[in-house]
């Protein structure tokens, strides 16, 4: 008979050391987006900058883009903390 072995995933909310740096004048740590979403980012300031797109929409895509994945990750995470108990 076979053993099912799990195990248990972390589900920290700090970034790794590689995801955030510390700016020394003010000590203030800031979290960067991975690269997919900096790439994302930088796509709508290109639409902005050869203007194909205005500021402010792109201001609103950008924070319903963002928005949406904070809700997408929290809804998965939810779901494997779930599953972790069956």
């Known amino acids: 008979m076979a053993t099912k072995t799990t195990t248990k ?14 700016l020394p004048l003010v000590h203030t740590e800031v979290h960067l987006p991975t690269p997919e979403r900096a790439a994302y980012y930088a796509g709508l300031g290109v639409l902005v900058a050869v203007e194909l797109l205005e500021w402010p929409v792109a201001l609103v895509i950008a924070a319903g883009h963002a928005l949406a994945s904070r809700t997408h990750n929290q809804v998965l995470e939810g779901l494997s903390e779930s599953t972790e108990d069956v």
């Open 9 to 22: 995933a972390s589900h920290s909310h700090t970034p790794s050391p590689a995801q955030s740096i510390t």
